[in-house]
Each structure stands twice: as C-alpha cells, then as structure tokens.
C-alpha cells in the first residue's frame, strides 16, 4: 500500500535512479502481488519463502540487484476487553513463527518476545 514503510523506500530509491519514475502498483493482498506478476506486470518484492514453488517452476525468477527494503516489522494488536482468546493465541503463534523465522536465517531475534495487550 502507498502508506507503507516499504513502497516509501522503493519510490524514493526509484525516484533518485531515474528521470521518470516507473509506475508502481501498491497491493495490500501477498496473493494479488504474485497474480500481478506472474501475469507480466512486472516485477515484484516478495518473500522468496512463499515464491519457492514459481522460482523453482520457472515462472519466477530472482532478479538480483544491489538495493534491498530494510527488514519488515510487524505487530500484531487485539483489545484485551472483551476477552478474546484466540485473537491472542493469534499472536502468540505469529510471536512463535517470527522467532522460529529468525533462527533459521540468522536474523537477529525479534525485540518483543510476548504480545503485548492493547487495553481500552
């Protein structure tokens, strides 16, 4: 989406390499973003995890180039009022996989090892 961390980095650094920006297409949907570019629209910044089956189909290809997006961050946010147990184990979950993520790509673990509850 235009209001993300990772749309800002890529149009200021495209931006700054060429006289006429090339036209970006924001996607809120990771689905909608791989349909976009397997059907030809161009080229796309997605988890090389979740492309492994097009990459090794040949459908996808990795274009290697210097410039890379900072790491993402992610939070996940649920009202402790009403109770809502499985929007927490939600988080939880999420908590696990970005720790389980971390230690398999040496990324340095993520900095809030428990959700933290949003209160009213």
Excluded at 46 to 56: F, I, R, S, T, W
Excluded at 69 to 90: G, H, K, V, W
């Amino acid at each position: 989406a235009r209001t993300t961390r990772p749309y800002s980095e890529l149009y200021r650094k495209l931006t700054g390499e060429f006289e006429e920006t090339p036209r970006i297409f924001p996607a809120n949907s990771l689905a909608a973003s791989i349909t976009m570019t397997l059907n030809g629209i161009g080229i796309a910044s997605l988890p090389e995890g979740v492309v492994q089956d097009y990459l090794a189909s040949g459908k996808l290809r990795i274009v290697e180039c210097e410039w890379h997006p900072s790491d993402l961050q992610f939070t996940a946010s649920y009202s402790s009022e009403p109770s809502n147990p499985i929007a927490e184990r939600a988080a939880k979950l999420a908590g696990c996989v970005a720790h389980a993520y971390a230690a398999r790509t040496d990324k340095l673990r993520p900095a809030v090892a428990q959700p933290t509850v949003a209160g009213r």
